[in-house]
């Protein structure tokens, strides 16, 4: 399974450091919606590359413009990296009803914005599945993209780099995202 991520590059920086790709930011985790730093590092990423771009987007949906500015992280320029997943890997898919039916979730519970009661859920899960890679879950901005969300015990199993790239204004997906947010994109200048 192919799936992206969008995260803060630093130049040079091997793939599993700070600023690489494969990064897990254990230290800065603790208030999105499967944190739980006590017991596992998580990373977020998404089947559909559009989906990554928008979550780290829309925070800045009433700016009105898409800036080059937006695509930033602590001085450090966003990248888009795509990683493949053992295809092997077990993810919990909480977008199927078996699922949550097993597992006594509601689809409401699942998408709620109440961080302490979707990160309950996760260690739940996590504890309960000491074979699970992740949970699969819908986008809350766009029910059709879906998340993922992965446990630090696939780093040292079945995931692996295999294409990164600089998000740029000028980039399809990420004007893709901006209009989707209602941001405006710049008019591209002729060469």
Known sequence: MIVHRVFPLAAGAPPSDPGGALWWPRSLQGTARHDNPDRYACMYV?????STIAEAL?????SGELTSDL??????????????LDDEAHVIDLD???????????PSRVATRQRALTQADAAHLFDNHPE???????????SSW???TLFDRVATVGLELSDMRLLTTT???????????????PTPRAP
Do not use: I, K, Y
Request: hydrophobic share 50%.
């Open 132 to 142: 699970a890679a992740g949970l699969r879950w819908w986008s809350t901005l766009d």
């Open 46 to 50: 998404s089947e559909v590359e559009v």
């Open 146 to 148: 879906l998340n993922v």
């Open 171 to 185: 980039d399809e997906r990420v004007r893709e995202a901006a209009s989707f947010l209602g941001l405006s994109s």
């Open 96 to 106: 199927d009803p078996g699922t949550l039916l097993r597992e006594q979730l509601a």
């Open 58 to 62: 829309a925070p800045f949906r009433s």
């Open 71 to 84: 695509l930033v992280r602590a001085g450090l320029p966003l990248a888009l990296a795509s990683l493949e």
